[in-house]
């Protein structure tokens, strides 16, 4: 791609200084907010172990003490899921946000190379115009693909979604079902 002016260089070098800082700013808050999650997890994951170990110890026979980790299960199950399901969250918006640029610089290239097509065919000698229609067919061919691509992409992560969520209300019945069992 050429540039015609220094202007037009720095302008295209602000644009993709812009884009780099927007990617590292959305992948560091995501890593923040990992860390956060990770750090209030293991916090509670400690708070309910003494908790339960306490409960345990104070059990006064085996069946009792049965019944006291039974009813231990449930709580800990759902709060591995909600773990589960927030840093599935925290990485789904990490990776449309990285997509959302990723679009956005892939339209501003889409719409330079279309320009210069145009440019290309305006200059372009006599009897030219048959390379430069199979150019541009080739070039709204790409485009398509990378649309297809996206919308594929898209449905893949709402059929995991989907997924993830089905698979989560089941784990956390069947523990629920079970626990309730064990514990009559």
Excluded: C, H, W
Excluded at 19 to 40: M, W, Y
Excluded at 106 to 115: I, P, R
């Amino acid at each position: 791609m050429s540039f015609t002016t220094p202007e037009q260089f720095a302008a295209a070098n602000k644009a993709t200084v812009d884009s780099l800082l927007s990617v590292a700013n959305a992948a560091l808050a995501s890593a923040e907010r990992i860390a956060a999650l990770n750090l209030n997890t293991a916090r509670s994951v400690l708070e309910d172990s003494v908790s339960g170990a306490k409960a345990l110890l104070a059990a006064k026979d085996p069946q009792e003490a049965l019944s006291i980790q039974a009813s231990l299960a449930q709580p800990n199950v759902e709060k591995a899921v909600a773990y589960s399901r927030s840093v599935y969250e925290i990485s789904a918006q990490a990776q449309e946000e990285l997509s959302k640029t990723i679009e956005s610089q892939f339209s501003g290239f889409q719409k330079q190379v279309a320009e210069l097509l145009d440019k290309a065919a305006k200059s372009a000698p006599a009897g030219s115009d048959v390379a430069v229609a199979a150019v541009k067919s080739a070039f709204a061919a790409a485009n398509s693909a990378f649309d297809n691509l996206n919308k594929a992409a898209r449905q893949v992560a709402e059929i995991t979604e989907a997924n993830v969520a089905a698979a989560t209300n089941a784990t956390v019945k069947a523990v629920g079902q079970t626990t309730a069992r064990k514990a009559k």
